[in-house]
């Protein structure tokens, strides 16, 4: 599987290049932003009463680098689009390899993919925690573990639609489709947690909770959540991947 | 390993798309030559040579592959076969070295160093992309990887079409010494008669989704024949004995199936021998009998 592997990173280098690229920038603007409030700056202004640190701004400032890199790893750069493109794929279909395998393939690289978003991510938790003086906690790993999750899940539905749909365009919709549909209750729970609470600052007395709670739920849940979604997409992709036409 | 006559042996095949169908298709390529596949656009070359490969789902029929099942045996056939396409199926962002890496992972008998050698024997660059190479080039180069696992049987659909005569040439060349191993087969589906012409040893001829003509190309041209004579001396020639009549400011061109018998029922007639071209023209057109 070496040579098949070769070719969805190679095919995809530049995008992923370009995502690592894209982490390191906000990796840096995060670190030097928090060591700012150290030791620069930024501890000089927060001192001053006229000018206050955004709590919440930092919060999700902290975690945007992971965000970042896991959510462009999610994807493959195009690559399974242009398999159909090329007739890469009706190729596959004159030589002994087999659905199975032709999915695997893609299924093993965006693993591998994630597993590197992981690491980066986890380096990057580590040196944020040495310069904070926070140390590495087992809540950092539980929310890495989180946001893996998710990518797991979101990476494989995205290889299945990609299979299915064959086009950038239909695999979009249908994606905005979904998030569509989980948006919705998401926001009615927020609302509703909202208006049952006194809090002065929502997003720290109200939304962070109640992630929390979220988080304590699905931590446990998350290998089921990673093989269920992997069976279910990998199946579904290798039914889709119809090499033969009616 | 199956002994086998036939590396292609297709019988009552037929499939139905809405507005075409593929009627009750019969022909077998002998083990250890070319035949041609012939036929205009739209004829049903590319339906029957997708249905060989198992790319697409047939109505009914039977076809076999080097003495194998096509369906039940799919992957072990693959593995002894080779399709070239008239596109190259690789993405133009890799290069000659780098597909061979890719192949050797799909096909269990690949052979890097005849892989090499048709590399070098094509003068094709093994670092520079795929998207600075010309067709004959990108044509050369998929060819290159068909030979490279040992495949029994080669199928090729339209692969010359688009390429000057020079490379044809030498890809032509390039089958030949192919088919010096006996065991080896070649289908090829061309527009390009002229090709077949110099190569194939059996021509099938479909139009319509129909196999009008399937035989040894000398036998087919041997038999039939042109008729070249004034447009009043057609009545003469019975409509048995015609595929189609051409006509011009000069005269009539009348296509037999049957050039020795024409001979001797038309003592007085000319019958030049035919060209696959001509022959394709002419049964193209049988349905109109006479066209200009």
């Known amino acids: 599987m070496k040579g098949l592997l070769f070719r969805e990173f190679y095919l995809g280098r530049k995008y992923y290049m370009m995502s ?40 999700i400032m902290t975690i945007l680098p992971c965000l970042v890199i896991f959510i462009s790893f999610c994807t493959d750069g195009g690559v399974t689009f242009s398999d159909y493109n090329t007739h890469w794929l009706k190729y596959c279909g004159t030589t002994p390899m087999s659905e199975k395998k032709i999915i695997t393939v893609k299924f093993t690289a ?23 003086g926070d140390r590495f906690s087992f809540s950092a790993f539980k929310n890495l573990f989180i946001i893996f999750t998710f990518a797991v899940v979101f990476s494989s539905i995205f290889i299945m639609l990609s299979i299915d749909c064959k086009d ?24 509703t947690l909202m208006n049952n609470s006194a809090e002065e600052d929502i997003f720290q007395g109200v939304v962070m909770p109640a992630v929390d709670k979220i ?32 | 390993m199956v002994d086998f006559e036939n590396a292609i042996e297709i019988k009552s095949l037929t499939k139905a798309y809405d507005g075409f169908t593929l009627n009750n298709i019969n022909f077998n390529v ?31 029929g039977e076809i076999k592959i080097l003495g194998m099942d096509n369906i039940s045996d799919e992957y072990e056939i693959k593995s002894q076969i080779a399709a070239v396409f008239d596109e190259l199926p690789f993405h133009d962002d890799l290069n000659a070295k780098q597909i061979g890496i890719i192949l050797s992972d799909i096909f269990a008998n690949w052979n890097k160093d ?6 070098d024997r094509f003068t094709l660059s093994q670092k520079k992309k795929i998207r600075a190479f010309s067709k004959g080039m990108k044509m050369k180069l998929q060819i290159a990887a068909a030979l490279s696992h040992k495949a029994r049987l080669l199928i090729m659909d339209e692969a010359t079409t688009g390429l000057d005569p020079v490379v044809r040439n030498e890809i032509l060349d390039i089958f030949l010494e192919y088919l010096q191993d006996e065991n080896n087969s070649i289908l090829m589906s061309s527009h390009i008669t002229t090709d077949l012409e110099k190569i194939a040893d059996s021509v099938t001829f479909i139009d319509k989704g129909k196999i009008l003509l399937s035989g040894y190309k000398d036998d087919i041209l041997e038999s039939h024949g042109l008729i070249k004579c004034r447009k009043s001396d057609c009545q003469y020639i019975e409509s048995d004995d015609i595929v189609s009549t051409r006509m011009n400011d000069f005269g009539a061109e009348i296509m037999v199936h049957d050039r020795r018998k024409c001979l001797e029922k038309y003592s007085g007639a000319v019958i ?8 394709m023209l002419f049964y193209v057109r049988r349905d109109k009998k ?3």
């Open chain 2, 30 to 60: 002998p083990k250890g030559s070319i035949m041609g596949f012939i036929g205009q656009n739209g004829a049903g070359k590319t339906t029957t040579i997708k249905l060989i490969l198992n790319l697409l789902k047939r109505d009914s």
């Open chain 1, 215 to 246: 988080k304590n739920i699905l931590f446990p849940l998350s290998p089921v959540i990673i093989t269920v979604s992997v069976a279910v997409c990998y199946a579904m992709s290798i039914r889709f991947l119809k090499r033969r036409e009616n």
């Open chain 2, 290 to 292: 006479e066209w200009f």
């Open chain 1, 110 to 132: 965006k693993i591998i993919s994630l597993v590197t978003a992981f690491i980066f991510s986890l380096i990057y938790t580590v040196i944020l925690g040495a310069i904070t």
């Open chain 1, 20 to 59: 690592l690229l894209m982490f390191l920038l906000v990796m840096t603007i995060s670190l030097l932003t928090n060591l700012s409030l150290i030791c620069g700056n930024l501890s000089r202004l927060s001192e001053d009463s006229i000018f206050q640190v955004n709590e919440n701004a930092l919060t």
């Open chain 2, 272 to 279: 030049d021998s035919t060209t696959l071209e001509e022959i």
């Open chain 1, 168 to 191: 950038k365009n239909a695999v979009t919709k249908r994606l905005v489709a979904i998030f569509a549909a989980l948006y919705v209750p998401t926001m009615i729970y927020v609302i």
């Open chain 2, 114 to 119: 005849t892989y090499n050698d048709f590399l």
